[in-house]
C-alpha cells in the first residue's frame, strides 16, 4: 500500500476523536436535560437493554437474539435498576467474541434547538456483517418489544439495524413507514454524519479523515489502522460522503414529500436542504463536511455546530443569494414550528434553557415583532382557515422544491435510484394525500395544531354571492354570520359534514344548529346526518401500514344515505311490503337522491351525489363496479335514509339491493355473468357485470326487456331477479332453475284464451318469449320438440368429434301455472308420450347471406323445395299455398318450422364456433311470423 506522506502525528489523532468526543458527550447531556426523569432512564438504559440479553429487561423476546456491544462496559446506568435485575445481570457475562453489536446511535434532532419532549429518537443499532438472517430477525422483534415498553414511558423510538458493510455496498433495506429504503444513500449518510451521538460501542472512522484527504479515504484509514495510530476494533466505517449522485435527489424529493404528510414543517427544511445541494451541484459541500471541518479546526462552539442551525444558515445564505425573501419566510416559520418554542411567552425573561436563548438570537436576526410571535404560539387556537392557509403555503414550498430537484434531475438526464417498488409506494403515498379530485375530501391538518374542534357549529343553505350556485355552509357558533367568512362550504350538506369530520371540526362533544329559513333539511335530518358521519368515520383516520400501498387502493366502506333535503309526497299510504323502487300504482320511485361517503384502504375519503330520475341507475353503476373490480375486499355497506315515513322501506331496500350485488358479483368463486334484473319506476335495469366490467342498460317496456334478454350470449349468463321486480311474469321463478349448457322450455297456457306464453332460455341463458296460438299441449310441444333436436344435432355436427361427445345437451320442458297465494309455480313436463299423437308435416328452412337481416332462404315442405331465387317477395306466399292444399280442411292454423340450417362461411354474420341455439329461435321466430301471416292471408 502507497504511504501517505501527510499522515498527521498520533497526537493530531487524539485531539480529534478528543474534540468529536466531547462534542458527542455535550449533545448527549442536552438531550437528557430536555426530558422528564422517565425518557432519561430510556436513554440511560438502552445500551444496557442491547448489550445483555436477559428476560429481566425490557424488550425480551428469545434466548437467541443477539446482544453485546464493542467497547461498553455497564456503568452507573444499571444503578436505577432493581436490584434482582442487577445481580441477574451480573451473573450475565458477555463474551468479546459474541459481541453482536457493534455502537448505538442517536440521530436526527436529537440533542439539537429542534428537539423537545415532544421528539421522537431514531435509533440506529448498528450490527456486524455476520449477522445471521435469523438473527437479524430476532434482534428486529427485540427492537419492536423496546419501542412498546419506550412508549410507556412517553418516549416514541424508531429503531433502525443498520450494518455499516451492507450500507457501504449500497444496501439499506426496505422501504417503510420511517426507513427511507434505497431513495436515499449519500443524503442519509450526511444526515448522519452531523446529527449522530454516539450512545454506546463503536466511534465512526469518518471523524479521524480531514477533508484534504476524503479522495483518498479509503487509504488514508486503512493506514491509519495498520500503524496502530489507533485501535481498529474501536471504530465502525459507514464510509465517506462522496459526490452526491443525481439521482438521489429525486429520491430525497419523494421520500422528503411522502414524510410531509405527516410533519410538513419538517419536510420542507430538509426538501431545501437537498435543493441546496442541488444548486451547488457538482460543488456541493455538505453539511456533514462544513461540521467535521468546524471541529478539525477546533471549534467545538456547541450552538454553531447545531446541526439545525448549520442547516438553516445554508438554506438562508441560499435564498438571500436569490432574492426569495418569501421563500425564506416560509422557511422561518417551518424552522420555528419544528423548534416548538413558544418565545412570546419568555423573550424578555432573565433565566433561559440553551434552546430558549439560542431560538431569541434567531429572532432578533429575523426582527419578528412580538405581534407576530403571539400569532404563531397561538396556533393551538387558529381557525380553520388559518389553518388550511398555512397547510397550502408549506405545501406550495414542498412543491417548489420537488419541482426544483425534478428539473435539476432532467438537466442531468437522469432517473432515481429508486427500485420500481419504492417509486410504485411513495407515489401511490403521495397520490393519495396531495392529489385532487372530484368529490375528494382535502385533509387540512398535519399536524399544524393540536385539534380543530368546534364544539358550536351552525349550518345554512343558500345562493353563494360571487358563483350564483346554491352551497352548504358551515360558520362558527350556535347561528349563521353572512359577515364573517364560513369555516367551509361545499355543494352538498354530506361532503361538509364528511370534511368536518376527517379534519377533526366535528367531533362527538359537537352541537350542530340548523338555519331553516334557507333549507327543506329539517334539525331531525341533520342530526341523523351528523350520527351517521360520527358512528362510520374515524378521526383522525387510522395510521396505515406500508404494505397498504403495495396494492392498489380498494373501497372499505360505502356509506349511501337516500332522499337527503328530499319531502316524499304526503298522500301516498304506506304498505310494510311494498317496493319503494316502484312504489304503489303510479309505480314511483321513491329514491329521488342518493348521497354516498366512499373510504378506500389508501385512507382517501370521496363523496358522490345523484339525484333526479336516473340517481339510482348511477350509483348502481358505480356499485356494481366497484364491488367487481375489488372481488377480495368487500367493502362494508351502509345504508340509511331520510325525510318521510318510508325510510325504514327504503332502507331496507338499499340494504337488500347490495347484499345481492354483493352475493353475485363480490366473490372470486363467482364466475358467472349473471344479469341481475331490477324495476325502478317505470323502467327496467339490466345490471350486468363481465370481465369485471359493469354495466347496466335500462329499458322502457317489457318487450324491449325481453328483447335484450333474448341476446347472444359469449357464456351462460344466469338471470336473477330483484324482489318486488317482474312479478306479472314468471320470469322470477324461471331464473330460479336455469342451467347451464341445457335448453329449457317453459310454457304458460291459457285454454280460455286458446294461447299461450312461451319462454325458451338457451344453453347461453339467452331468453326468448312469445304467444302462440294453443290448442293442446301436443300440438304447442311436439313441432318445438323436433325444432329443438334438430338444432342440437346441427350443433354437434359443427364440433370436432371430440367436442361432440363432451356436450351433454338437454332438452327440459316445464309447464307454467300461477297460485294467487305461492305465484308461479313450475311442474317438469315428460315430452315423450306426446311424441307421435300428430303426423307432422316437415318444414326446414336453409339461410344464406352476408348480414343476418339480409339472409336468404330456402324452404323445402316435405322435400318440395321453395327458394328465394324462384320466387322472390313471393316466397312465403307459394309455401302457404302447399300447405294449405296438404290439409284436408284447409284450416288456417299455425305452421311451425321442424328444422333450420343456418349455413356458416367467411361471409356470414354468425360468431365462430357452435352456433347458440337463441341464433336459430330468432330465425325460426321471424320465419314463421312471416309465414303464418301469409297462412292468414292467401288466396287459394
Known amino acids: 500500500m502507497q504511504e501517505l506522506v501527510d499522515l498527521p502525528d498520533i497526537q493530531a489523532i487524539q485531539d480529534i476523536e478528543k474534540r468529536f468526543l466531547q462534542v458527542n458527550a455535550l449533545r448527549l447531556q442536552r438531550t437528557r436535560d430536555s426530558l422528564t426523569i422517565r425518557q432519561q432512564g430510556f436513554i440511560d438504559l438502552l445500551p444496557l437493554l442491547f448489550h445483555f440479553n436477559n428476560p429481566s429487561l425490557p424488550g425480551y423476546c428469545h434466548k437467541e437474539t443477539p446482544c453485546g456491544i464493542n467497547n461498553y462496559r455497564p456503568g452507573r446506568e444499571s444503578l436505577s435498576l432493581p436490584r434482582s435485575v442487577t445481580m441477574s445481570l451480573k451473573r450475565q457475562q458477555v463474551q468479546k467474541g459474541d459481541r453482536a453489536i457493534q455502537g448505538i446511535y442517536l440521530m436526527g434532532s436529537t440533542g439539537t434547538i429542534a428537539h423537545s419532549r415532544r421528539s421522537d429518537f431514531d435509533v440506529w443499532i448498528c450490527t456486524h456483517k455476520d449477522m445471521s438472517l435469523e438473527e437479524n430477525e430476532l434482534l428486529s422483534r427485540k427492537c419492536e418489544n423496546i419501542t412498546e415498553w419506550a412508549q410507556r414511558l412517553g418516549v416514541e423510538a424508531y429503531f433502525f439495524l443498520m450494518d455499516p458493510d451492507k450500507f457501504r455496498s449500497g444496501s439499506l433495506g426496505e422501504l417503510s413507514e420511517e426507513s427511507c429504503g434505497s431513495t436515499q444513500h449519500y443524503l442519509l449518510l450526511d444526515e448522519f454524519y452531523r446529527t449522530a451521538i454516539l450512545v454506546a460501542g463503536r466511534k465512526p472512522a469518518w471523524w479521524l479523515v480531514p477533508l484534504s484527504q476524503h ?77 467535521k471541518e468546524s471541529l478539525h479546526n477546533s471549534n467545538t462552539e456547541l450552538n454553531e455546530l447545531d446541526p439545525y442551525i448549520l442547516a438553516y444558515r445554508i438554506i438562508e445564505s441560499f435564498l438571500i443569494r436569490k432574492r426569495d425573501l418569501s421563500r425564506l419566510e416560509m422557511v422561518r416559520r417551518c424552522f420555528y414550528f419544528k423548534v416548538g418554542i413558544r418565545a412570546s411567552k419568555f423573550i424578555d425573561q432573565p433565566h433561559l434553557t440553551w434552546r430558549e436563548n439560542l431560538l431569541i ?36 414550498e414542498l412543491i417548489k422544491s420537488y419541482t426544483s430537484l425534478t428539473e435539476f434531475a432532467r438537466q442531468y438526464d437522469t432517473a432515481s435510484n429508486m427500485s420500481a417498488k419504492e417509486i410504485s409506494i411513495l407515489g401511490r403515498k403521495l397520490y393519495a394525500a396531495f392529489e385532487r379530485k372530484p368529490g375528494k ?35 362558527p357558533g350556535r347561528s349563521v354570520s353572512m359577515v364573517e367568512k364560513p369555516i367551509y362550504r361545499a355543494k352538498t350538506l354530506i361532503k361538509l359534514l364528511t370534511w368536518c369530520r376527517v379534519n377533526g371540526i366535528l367531533t362527538k362533544n359537537s352541537y350542530t344548529y340548523l338555519d331553516q329559513h334557507t333549507t327543506n333539511i329539517s334539525q331531525n335530518d341533520l342530526h341523523q346526518l351528523v350520527d351517521i358521519i360520527l358512528d362510520n368515520i374515524q378521526s383522525p383516520l387510522p395510521k396505515l401500514k406500508q404494505d397498504v400501498f403495495s396494492k392498489p387502493a380498494h373501497f372499505k366502506q360505502i356509506i349511501i344515505v337516500a332522499n337527503t333535503g328530499r319531502q316524499m309526497p304526503l298522500n301516498l299510504p304506506l304498505a310494510d311490503n311494498a317496493n319503494p323502487l316502484c312504489y304503489g300504482k303510479s309505480r314511483e320511485n321513491l329514491i329521488q337522491s342518493l ?15 345523484f339525484s333526479g330520475e336516473e340517481a339510482l341507475e348511477q350509483c348502481l353503476y358505480l356499485l356494481i363496479n366497484c364491488i367487481t373490480k375489488q372481488k377480495e375486499y368487500q367493502p362494508e355497506i351502509i345504508a340509511r335514509s331520510l325525510g318521510s315515513q318510508f325510510n325504514a322501506l327504503i332502507r331496507k331496500k338499499l340494504i337488500d339491493l347490495t347484499e345481492q350485488m354483493t352475493l353475485i358479483y363480490g366473490h372470486t368463486s363467482n364466475i358467472d355473468n349473471t344479469r341481475l334484473i331490477i324495476e325502478s319506476g317505470r323502467k327496467h335495469l339490466i345490471l350486468h357485470a363481465e370481465e369485471n366490467e359493469g354495466t347496466i342498460e335500462t329499458y322502457e317496456t317489457i318487450p324491449e326487456l325481453f328483447t335484450a334478454l333474448g341476446a347472444p350470449q359469449g357464456h351462460f349468463s344466469p338471470i336473477s331477479i330483484d324482489s318486488h321486480t ?148 313471393h316466397l312465403y306466399t307459394e309455401v302457404a299455398r302447399y300447405v294449405l292444399s296438404h290439409r284436408k280442411d284447409k284450416n288456417r292454423y299455425p305452421c311451425y318450422l321442424t328444422d333450420l340450417e343456418l349455413a356458416k362461411s367467411d361471409s356470414t354474420p354468425f360468431p365462430p364456433g357452435s352456433l347458440q341455439t337463441i341464433h336459430y329461435l330468432r330465425q325460426k321466430s321471424r320465419l314463421e311470423k312471416r309465414l303464418n301471416h301469409a297462412l292468414q292471408s292467401v288466396q287459394l
Open 595 to 609: 348521497d354516498l361517503v366512499l373510504t378506500n384502504s389508501w385512507n382517501e375519503v370521496v363523496t358522490k351525489h
Open 215 to 291: 479522495h483518498i479515504y479509503e487509504t488514508y484509514i486503512n493506514d491509519i489502522f495498520q500503524r496502530r495510530m489507533v485501535e481498529k476494533n474501536e471504530y465502525l466505517d459507514f464510509g465517506p460522503v462522496n459526490d452526491f449522485p443525481v439521482s438521489e435527489f429525486l429520491g430525497a424529493g419523494m421520500w422528503q414529500l411522502y414524510k410531509a404528510i405527516d410533519s410538513p414543517h419538517k419536510s420542507a427544511i430538509k426538501l431545501m436542504i437537498a435543493d441546496v445541494y442541488a444548486a451547488e451541484y457538482p460543488n456541493t459541500i455538505p453539511l456533514s463536511q462544513r461540521f
Open 726 to 873: 317482474l312479478k306479472a311474469t314468471p320470469i322470477d321463478a324461471i331464473s330460479r332453475v336455469l342451467q347451464k349448457d341445457h335448453i329449457q322450455v317453459f310454457f304458460e297456457a291459457e285454454p280460455a284464451l286458446h294461447r299461450a306464453k312461451v319462454y325458451i332460455v338457451d344453453e347461453h341463458g339467452s331468453l326468448l318469449f312469445y304467444t302462440t296460438p294453443y290448442n293442446s299441449t301436443a300440438s304447442l310441444l311436439n313441432p318445438l320438440v323436433r325444432f329443438l333436436r334438430s338444432v342440437l344435432f346441427r350443433q354437434q355436427t359443427q364440433l370436432t368429434l371430440t367436442e361432440s361427445q363432451l356436450l351433454s345437451r338437454n332438452i327440459h320442458f316445464w309447464e307454467v301455472s300461477k297460485d294467487l297465494q305461492q305465484g308461479f309455480l313450475l311442474k317438469a313436463v315428460d315430452v315423450e308420450p306426446l311424441a307421435g299423437q300428430d303426423k307432422f308435416f316437415t318444414v326446414q328452412a336453409i339461410g344464406d347471406g352476408s348480414t343476418e337481416a339480409r339472409l336468404k332462404f330456402t324452404i323445402y315442405c316435405n322435400q318440395e323445395e321453395f327458394s328465394e331465387l324462384e320466387y322472390g317477395d
Open 441 to 475: 375530501i382535502e385533509f387540512i391538518n398535519p399536524g399544524i395544531t393540536a385539534s380543530l374542534e368546534h364544539q358550536d357549529m351552525a349550518f345554512c343553505y343558500r345562493k353563494h354571492q360571487e358563483s350564483h350556485q346554491h352551497v352548504w355552509e358551515v360558520y
Open 361 to 396: 438570537q434567531l429572532l432578533e436576526d429575523w426582527g419578528w415583532p412580538q405581534e407576530k410571535l403571539e400569532q404563531l404560539d397561538n396556533v393551538d387556537n387558529w381557525t380553520v382557515n388559518q389553518v388550511a392557509a398555512e397547510r397550502k403555503a408549506v405545501v406550495s
